[in-house]
């Protein structure tokens, strides 16, 4: 078995992979500069606009302000990576609307998970659904005392366990009962966060402090 | 803890094994199928989970019986041998889905068991993409239950980057790009993954 993946610069990403993504994909080194970018990066950074992060082509340093046009937008990019980079904020993702577009972009950046600084920069149109997404989940959610109140001794048990990450089977055999009764107290819980999901669920407790990270 | 080879790739891997498999082209695809399948339907005593959106796992099947290299598909299925199963909006309901279908066939003392799943990434009927990515996390724990090899295959040139870095490449022990299987150093904990970055994600800080 091979010992690690197909590195990339100076980085271990599976190159083959990111080469056929058709979201702009580069990696910057913890110095600022972007390593490797893949075609979909490049033909972004043939686009007209020399706006922002789009004009960015690979060898350009990103974090000093050498954008050819840099504009606010640009800074807010540059700036939210650099502190993706030097690990101020686990994550960024920012919508950016090109001049004279009708697209939106969303570019976002991950820290590498390895030891080595830097990070992973990612453009992709954003889609309907995730707008509608964003724009609906808010007002749909309950708040947090109300739902904390409103739940059973039991649902706490389980949101606690659902914070560690934990399956519903699992849970089931940690508490001693059934599998389809922990699957209700997780539906219940949902619904009473006013969530779409399990992870929106622990996410709202985390936030409001309801269970703790671990 | 045994080994068995991938088939898809030169090696073997550990029973259980999470795999996260990169493709290009339905080509690619059912060649990592065939090749993944083969063995089970080789050796009398290994079993086969399909499973994916619905409609996939059945999919995979008619290929299957199309392109086994005269293997008898048919006959495994009919042997119990072989599973389809979905998954499902439910992210809770479809790790027990995934686990269930590998439980039935290890019932029958069938070793090793190969699980292998088509991802889908933010569409009508599956599990929203935090949920999809807490369950793949999940799925390393998981599989220590079942004798299993699970491997995850995603079409680089249809998912959104966030699916492949998060999804692909940072829940799954081992990688296989271009034929290749790899250790993954970028690999994070489930006890880690939720934490650091499941609950990081931007649409949940909101």
Same mark, same amino acid.
């Not at chain 1, 913890?30 to 390593?35: I, M, P």
């Not at chain 1, 686009?47 to 504009?71: F, H």
């Given at each position: 078995m091979a010992a690690s993946l197909p590195v990339v610069g100076s980085q271990g990403l599976p190159e083959a992979a990111m080469n056929s993504l058709r979201d702009g994909v580069a990696l910057v080194s913890?110095? &600022?500069?972007?390593?490797w970018a893949n075609a979909a990066w490049l033909a972004h950074g043939e @686009?007209?606009?020399?706006? $922002?992060? *789009? &004009?960015? @082509?690979? &060898?350009?340093? *990103? *974090?000093? &302000?050498? *954008? $050819?046009?840099?504009?606010s937008g640009a800074r807010a990019i540059a700036h939210a990576v650099k502190a993706v980079v030097e690990r101020q904020i686990a994550h960024c993702e920012l919508e950016y609307l090109p001049p004279g577009d009708d697209r939106r972009f969303v570019v976002s950046a991950l820290p590498l998970a390895a030891a080595e600084a830097g990070a992973v920069i990612t453009i992709h149109e954003s889609t309907a659904r995730t707008e509608e997404y964003q724009r609906t989940a808010p007002a749909a959610r309950v708040a947090i005392p109300q739902a904390a109140e409103s739940l059973t001794p039991r649902e706490a048990e389980i949101l606690t366990l659902l914070a560690r990450g934990m399956d519903n089977r699992s849970i089931a055999e940690e508490l001693k009962i059934s599998y389809s009764t922990v699957r209700g107290h997780v539906r219940s819980l949902i619904d009473k966060f006013g969530a779409r999901s399990r992870l929106e669920a622990v996410a709202l407790a985390y936030r409001g402090g309801l269970v703790a990270a671990r | 803890m045994t080994r068995s080879p991938l088939?898809?790739?030169n090696g073997d891997v550990e029973v259980p094994s999470h795999i996260c498999l990169m493709y290009v082209g339905d080509d690619e695809l059912m060649r990592a199928l065939v090749s993944f399948v083969r063995p089970a339907l080789d050796q009398a005593g290994e079993g086969v989970v399909l499973f994916g959106a619905p409609g996939v796992a059945s999919m995979f099947l008619e290929r299957l019986e199309s %392109?086994?290299?005269? !293997?008898d598909v048919t006959a495994a299925l009919g042997a119990g041998r072989i599973a389809l199963t979905e998954t499902a909006r439910d992210v809770g309901q479809q790790v027990e889905n995934i686990l269930e279908a590998a439980e039935g066939l290890a019932r029958k003392g069938l070793r090793p068991i190969r699980m292998f799943g088509r991802v889908e990434w933010?569409?009508?009927?599956?599990?929203?993409p935090e949920d999809f990515l807490w369950c793949e996390s999940v799925l390393n724990r998981v599989i %220590? !239950?079942?004798?299993a090899i699970l491997v995850c295959v995603y079409d680089v040139t249809r998912l959104p980057a966030t699916a492949l870095l998060l999804g692909g490449i940072e829940t799954h022990p081992f990688v296989v790009v271009n034929g290749t299987l790899s250790t993954n150093p970028h690999f994070v904990p489930p006890e880690r993954f939720l934490s650091e970055r499941l609950l990081q994600l931007p649409w949940l800080r909101r």
């Open positions: 913890g110095a &600022g500069e972007v390593t @686009r007209p606009t020399a706006d $922002a992060i *789009l &004009g960015a @082509r690979v &060898g350009t340093n *990103l *974090l000093d &302000g050498q *954008l $050819a046009a840099s504009t | 088939g898809i790739a %392109s086994a290299a005269g !293997r933010d569409v009508p009927g599956f599990a929203l %220590s !239950r079942v004798p």
